[in-house]
Structure formats: C-alpha cells, structure tokens
C-alpha cells in the first residue's frame, strides 16, 4: 500500500512507496531508517537483512489508496532507502521503473548518491 507522506522532507509529496527492502548499503550518520529501525520491529525486520525487492507490492494499483482515487499525486519511491545504489540487482530497478510507468498520470521522486546508475 502507499504510504500517506508525512511531509518531513518535502511539503509538497504525497505518498512514499519502498519497494526494495534489506539493509542500506551507505550507513549514512544521519539516516532516519538507520536511526528508526531499533526502535521499531517493523522498520528493523524490511531494512535489515540482504536486499529484497517486495514483489508482492508491484501488483498494486498506484492510483488508488485506502480505496480513494489519488490519480495524479506525488509518490517519493525508495524514500528509506537507495534503489540506484550498486548493490541493487538492475533487475529490481526496471521492476520498479516499469511498475511506475504503468501509472503514467502519477509524479515519482527519487533520490540516489549514484547519479550515474540513476542515469
């Protein structure tokens, strides 16, 4: 299911959606999940771990939500993690790239420290 944004980040997005799960591999000092997952079961069981890809998640509609349509909203995809980092096999992200592209009306955020893979 999509995440409903909190707006921590950016004011202006509407859902997250992680479709890879495991440990990050960057550490970086001043990451949430990395801050977040012992304090939480949920957080600590998706981002430990080798890296995964949520298949089951793919199946989902991007335009729906909690049953309401939300054609057209604003989805940071990998918000807790790096789906451009080495580590991700490229098979997971054109998994993800073509789920996304199956929902043409909606906007996707990413973020990546490897702007040449995101490339």
């Known amino acids: ?3 409903k944004s909190g707006g921590n980040m950016y004011s202006w997005v509407d859902f997250t959606k992680n479709w890879i799960r495991g440990a990050c591999p960057y550490w970086c000092g001043y990451c949430y999940v990395g801050d977040q997952k012992d304090k939480f079961d949920v957080l ?4 430990s771990g080798p890296i995964r890809l949520a298949e089951q998640e793919l199946n989902e509609n991007l335009y729906k ?3 309401r349509d ?3 909203c604003t989805i940071f995809v990998q918000s807790m993690s790096d789906l451009f ?3 991700v096999p490229t098979e997971f992200i054109l998994r993800v790239l073509l789920h996304c592209c199956e929902f043409p009306d909606n906007t996707y955020l990413f973020h990546t420290k490897n702007p040449r893979r995101f490339l």
């Open 85 to 87: 980092a080495v580590e």
């Open 44 to 47: 600590r069981k998706a981002y």
């Open 70 to 72: 939300v054609r057209g």
């Open 1 to 3: 299911m999509l995440n």
């Open 65 to 67: 939500h909690k049953g």
